[in-house]
């Protein structure tokens, strides 16, 4: 198995900056928006993206939440092994709110379909949209498209992206696997 | 984590600690679906549950039916009442007559101990036991087990008594079996008429004094006085019974530590527990009975995941 790097920090932050200068054109000042973590990558992703709009872009009072899709899959009983669901935390209202779903890699776009199906449990949201800091073209299974991508990536079905993150993995990168 | 260990849930004997830990960890997140505005997931849309009673039942077939109704499953309902049992029919037959009908699990609950395990030998579908005479009752232990974890943070080293008719309790065996596997400490108490000779031979303490018992113990299991499967008198006095073993506020308010009140419903007021103390801020027993669909739930999907589709 091989890995390289494939997106540095550097080039990162740049794109994790401008998904959040997007962001704010069009949601202004968050006030009807509500961000949502995916479960399990995508939480770090939303952490960087709120702590950037506080520090840098002086958004303050984004609201957020956390959604695991475990319960929604399209492939329980179809793979083999156990599907461990993770923490949903939904503190506000999503009803006549704009969601964006924030993930770190998009690839199948069938965990954006379960998410779409499990965010009506929370209401009936006025807008949904996705941003995903990698978008893995040409590998998607469903008409699922992401609204901000951070960075896109050609990639074959055999390979894995990975993203790391320096609060959990003491860097940050993007790094593609191969198999043997 | 893995999957379950076991394709049915017949016992808590069957399972081992990762086992348990996993439906407890699992219900958690069932907890959070069942206090959503919209209460239900879809994962087990195409599965089919059939609920036999041949026993009655209310709380538990309708904490069953709302588990299996808020995880999309569909549900038939088989009491045995109205059926043709009464006719003569079999066990095996009835069940398989039902299972014909594409059923994939099977909620039973049956007069007879390991009426449930008979049937897993039998039968080609995922069988929960809802209670199997005075044997066991897997699911009101691992829903007072979530329950005692939820309200005092852990159960290795809690202390636990199980007190009243242990003799007529399945939930009493249940309860002792998983909560040794979690390293809880188990006492039981009752009047040595409602407390079994071999309980000692379990590893837990057996007491017959109410008043030792609540200041040894961090959490109060009362067990309902079973009058309907006494075919003998236990003891004198309902009045008596309640002398000796009604836990009231006073002994509440006379302990030196709050401990937890817990009983598996449904509850004699005035008899094993005082009205006060059951409205009191010691009970949980509402909490146990809202645990109670978030535990079944989990039981439900962790044994459907083991029913693989096959990909033919």
């Known amino acids: 198995m091989s890995k390289r790097e494939i997106i540095d920090a550097r080039a990162l932050n740049i794109a994790l900056n401008r998904l959040c200068c997007k962001l704010i054109e069009n949601h202004g000042d968050f006030s009807n928006s509500i961000l949502i973590g995916m479960q399990p990558r995508g939480v770090q992703v939303l952490d960087r993206i709120v702590k950037l709009l506080e520090s840098t872009y002086g958004v303050q009072g984004v609201r957020t939440g956390v959604l695991d899709i475990t319960f929604y899959r399209d492939d329980f009983r179809r793979r083999p092994g156990h599907l461990q669901p993770n923490k949903t935390r939904i ?14 890699v998009l690839y199948t776009g069938r965990s954006i379909r379960a998410a779409m199906d499990a965010i009506l449990s929370f209401g009936r949201p006025a807008k949904m949209e996705l941003l995903t800091l990698i978008d893995r073209r040409f590998s998607r299974d469903l008409p699922i498209q992401p609204d901000y991508k951070g960075r896109q990536v050609d990639s074959i079905a055999s390979q894995r992206v990975e993203v790391l993150w320096e609060e959990v993995d003491g860097r940050d990168a993007v790094l593609l696997t191969d198999p043997e | 984590m893995s999957e379950l260990s076991v394709n049915h849930l017949l016992g808590i004997k069957h399972l081992n600690a990762e086992d348990i830990q996993l439906i407890l960890d699992t219900a958690t997140e069932f907890k959070e679906v069942i206090n959503r505005p919209i209460k239900k997931v879809p994962t087990l849309r195409d599965i089919t549950v059939a609920n036999l009673f041949f026993e009655n039942s209310t709380r538990t077939r309708l904490s069953f039916e709302l588990a299996e109704k808020r995880l999309s499953a569909d549900v038939v309902n088989f009491s045995a009442a109205s059926s043709s049992v009464k006719k003569g029919e079999t066990l095996v037959d009835t069940v398989n007559n039902i299972l014909s009908m594409k059923v994939d699990m099977v909620v039973m609950r049956h007069p007879n101990p390991g009426a449930g395990e008979f049937l897993a030998q039998h039968v080609d579908a995922s069988i929960v036991n809802a209670g199997d005479g005075a044997h066991e009752h897997p699911t009101q232990a691992l829903l007072d087990a979530f329950s005692i974890r939820e309200a005092v943070g852990t159960l290795n080293g809690t202390k ?11 939930v009493a065996l249940s309860n002792v079996l998983l909560l040794k596997k979690m390293g809880a400490e188990v006492m039981v108490c009752g009047p040595t008429t409602l407390v079994p000779k071999y309980m000692h031979t379990l590893g837990i303490r057996v007491e017959h004094n109410l008043q030792t018992a609540i200041e040894w113990c961090d959490v109060a299991n009362m067990l309902r006085v079973q009058h309907e499967r006494q075919d003998l008198k236990y003891f004198p006095s309902i009045a008596e019974y309640r002398a000796q073993y009604g ?12 401990i937890v009140v817990m009983h598996p419903g449904p509850v004699n007021r005035g008899v094993e527990i005082t009205s006060e103390v059951a409205d009191s801020e010691h009970s949980i027993i509402l909490d146990q009975v809202q645990n109670g669909v978030a535990v079944r739930m989990a039981v439900l999907y962790l044994l459907a995941e083991k029913r693989k589709l096959s990909k033919a």
């Open chain 1, 91 to 104: 503190d506000h209202l999503v009803e006549d709110q704009n969601v964006v779903f924030v993930d770190d």
């Open chain 2, 160 to 170: 636990v008594a199980i007190i009243g008719d242990i003799v007529h309790s399945r």
């Open chain 2, 247 to 258: 836990l009231t506020m006073e002994h509440l308010d006379a302990l030196e530590k709050p």
